[in-house]
């Protein structure tokens, strides 16, 4: 895509324009040096620019075009920017229908395979091209006269939903590609868009630290973020675009195929060479299918090891004149065919629906079934989500269903055999009231989840306080939820305050209730009350305040009661807190309960104090904000993740949010400006590396 040359001009250029003003004679070097940038981060996973710098650049465009709108041209990086809500998504007609592929389960479905396609083929051997069958939604991508024009989800195959404002909140989907240095005037290329498992962990975990359900797996998550109405909402999923198949081409007038057009892995190498993402790195040829079989049998054992589920590999004939004349039926093409992994599902039966209250309230439908071995684990109880899930599935109990356990993801229920059915089946009576405390549930109308709305219900706080005690919070080991239940019901504990005054000498004689575990469990709290103020924050259940906010929250005070004083505005200001975080922090700490809470774990001697925040006064740069200038002897790069490392934070610009400006050789009008401002530290490199002791 770029040479070395290329490279290193655009990072020395990105670097010159975040050190001064820019104007409209920069607007085309910086889309393209974003451009770059955003293909190395998104495409590459290799990250040439400091957020900061990026940041800055991207702000210099919009103000440049927004000084200039006639400037603004449709691959500009801006253009992808979320705007708001998708309408509707208008129903639009694929150039090419969009087939779906044959399966094969087994060594001998592909010698079958192998042995038509040579035969309608008329060739000895066919070269065969192996490539992973990613497990996402599947989506078609136009570009015309270089430019992403349309983007549509499958639909029927041969129309399809227009998601094209959707489309281009993924990144790594390219909004301009030279297609015509291949020839190509319009092209549509196929391909799916996944989510990593990394990510789906991290966005269930978000979804479940907000009360809300976790999804069932990233396919589903992955393919529900193509059809949300909210762009900026598409664009926080962090999706990813894997191209696989050129399905139409025309060509510029004049003009002959290209070359590289002629063969499968051909057109990859193209469509990568045109900033696409296409999993080449783990495409293999081959001429014999014996080959090919044990490729795909290797690969099912590093299924568990890739960052993206994977279902299958899919095989294709590598020459493109012999795929035209192996040819296709309505349904799928002759010339390819997947190889589908072992299926990670089974079957049981449904024998009861049970209802689980969490922390905030939100009842949890969950299937109890028949034992049943899968994946390695045996699976005898299981999320049902919410009603909804369980409307749309048609649950009933007494059900035959199918249970889907894919790697690492919790298991689900995929459906039901309603087929099965001899009559005895009883409907799922989703219930009106708290199964806990018989409080009447409410459901806000925009959600999915019923909620018992009574704060003081048994099975919150018996949650809130296993949540306090949990592993990424205050880390208290022994007491889970098993034991918070125990003492609970024994009137041993009942709020988090509870757990600093223990009676232990009536625990002693409790049943199964031992002298070791009893030191063990009075360490792990004592040991508590001098955690990071974080996870005090974080092991508060505040809802929407997750690690990552905590984190951030702890980061701007020095004693928790600090956080009393903020207002929305100063919330908003922090990284990561958006409107509803700030409001419902802002409710949280106006509890005069909750407050007092506060003062009584104090009082018990858990430190509310930022410790963290005294130790960066001794070189420790938490809270801090940073910006290079000037040429330095260490590189920007390393000298921007030092910061980073140690807590401290990057900015693009000087202004008074600046605590040091770090100046190398010629520093110019930067150095003047803070001078001017008077507030910023000014450091050379040699400082700034004793700052870091
Ligand atoms: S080729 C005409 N290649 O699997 C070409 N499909 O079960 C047909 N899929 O609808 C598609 N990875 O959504 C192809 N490397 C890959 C694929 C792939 C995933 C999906 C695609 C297709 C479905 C069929």
């Not at 500009?76 to 044959?102: C, I, W, Y």
Request: glycine share 6%.
């Amino acid at each position: 895509m770029y040479s070395i040359e290329q490279e290193k001009f655009f990072i020395d250029s990105a670097h010159l324009f975040a050190e001064r003003e820019l104007n409209s004679d920069d607007l085309n070097s910086l889309k393209d040096i974003i451009h770059y940038a955003d293909w190395k981060y998104y495409v590459q996973d290799d990250p040439v620019l400091a957020d900061a710098a990026y940041d800055y650049l991207f702000k210099q465009l919009k103000n440049i075009e927004e000084k200039n709108p006639s400037l603004i041209t449709l691959d500009s990086p801006t253009q992808r920017v979320a705007k708001g809500l998708n309408k509707d998504f208008p129903t639009v007609s694929h150039l090419v229908p969009m087939l779906s592929l044959e399966n094969s389960y087994n060594a001998e479905d592909l010698i079958d395979w192998d042995r038509k396609c040579r035969e309608l083929s008329e060739q000895e051997h066919i070269e065969y091209c192996v490539e992973p069958k990613f497990d996402g939604a599947s989506i078609s991508l136009v570009y015309e006269n270089d430019i992403l024009t349309r983007g549509a989800t499958r639909g029927n195959g041969t129309e399809g939903d227009d998601i094209t404002m959707n489309t281009k909140q993924i990144r790594s989907i390219p909004i301009k590609a030279n297609i015509s240095q291949f020839h190509i005037k319009q092209i549509e290329i196929r391909g799916e868009v996944v989510i990593t498992k990394k990510r789906f962990a991290a966005y269930n975990e978000k979804l479940i630290t907000n009360g809300e359900q976790a999804l069932a797996n990233a396919r589903n998550a992955a393919s529900g973020s193509l059809r949300i109405k909210d762009t900026n909402e598409v664009a926080k999923r962090n999706l990813d675009a894997f191209l696989y198949n050129v399905s139409y081409t025309s060509l510029i007038e004049n003009q002959t195929v290209h070359p590289a057009m002629q063969t499968h892995k051909g057109m990859l190498e193209s469509l990568s060479q045109l900033g696409f993402k296409t999993s080449l790195d783990n495409i293999k040829t081959f001429y014999h299918i014996d080959d090919v079989i044990r490729y795909v049998q290797e690969f099912e054992e590093k299924r568990d090891g890739l960052p993206y589920e994977i279902d299958g590999m899919v095989v294709k004939v590598n020459r493109i004149d012999l795929q035209e004349r192996i040819g296709q039926t309505s349904h799928h093409p002759r010339w390819a065919i997947a190889y589908k992994f072992k299926a990670r599902q089974a079957t049981s039966k449904l024998i009861n629906v049970e209802y689980q209250v969490g922390r905030t309230g939100s009842v949890t439908p969950v299937a109890k079934i028949l034992p049943v071995a899968l994946g390695g684990v045996t699976i005898s109880s299981l999320s049902l989500f919410n009603e909804e899930v369980v409307k749309e599935k048609q649950l009933m109990i007494g059900d035959t269903v199918l249970i889907e356990r894919a790697g690492d993801v919790i298991p689900y229920v995929v459906k039901s055999f309603p087929e099965l059915r001899t009559g005895e089946e009883q409907e799922i009576i989703f219930p009106s009231h708290c199964p806990v405390c018989s409080e009447v549930l409410y459901k806000p109308e925009e959600e999915a989840v019923w909620r018992c709305t009574n704060i003081n219900c048994e099975a919150q706080v018996i949650e809130r306080i296993a949540h306090y005690a949990s592993k990424d919070a205050l880390d208290i080991r022994g007491l889970g939820d098993a034991l918070v239940r125990k003492f609970y019901e024994q009137g041993f504990l009942k709020n988090i305050v509870g757990i600093y005054h223990l009676p232990f000498e009536q625990i002693k004689s409790l049943e199964g209730f031992g002298e070791k575990s009893m030191i063990n469990l009075k360490d792990a709290i004592e040991k508590s009350k001098t955690q990071p103020l974080h996870r005090l924050i974080f092991g508060l259940g505040i809802r929407y305040v997750g690690e990552t906010t905590a984190k951030a929250l702890a980061r701007t005070v020095s004693h928790l009661t600090d956080l009393y004083e903020k207002t929305k505005e100063d919330l908003l200001r922090i990284d990561d807190v958006g409107e509803k975080v700030a409001t419902s922090i802002l409710e949280f700490f106006s509890h005069h309960d909750n407050r007092s809470i506060l003062e009584a774990l104090e009082k018990e001697g858990v430190c509310l104090a930022n410790t963290q925040k005294n130790d960066a006064m001794q070189g420790d740069l938490v809270g801090k904000t940073f910006l290079f200038t000037g040429t330095m002897t260490m590189k920007r790069s390393e000298a921007e993740a030092l910061v980073e490392k140690n807590g401290g934070s990057i900015v693009g610009s000087v202004s008074s949010k600046l605590n040091y400006l770090v100046v190398g050789e010629d520093a110019g009008s930067k150095l003047e400006k803070a001078k001017k401002l008077g507030t910023i530290t000014i450091l050379s490199e040699e400082e700034f590396m004793g700052l870091l002791g």
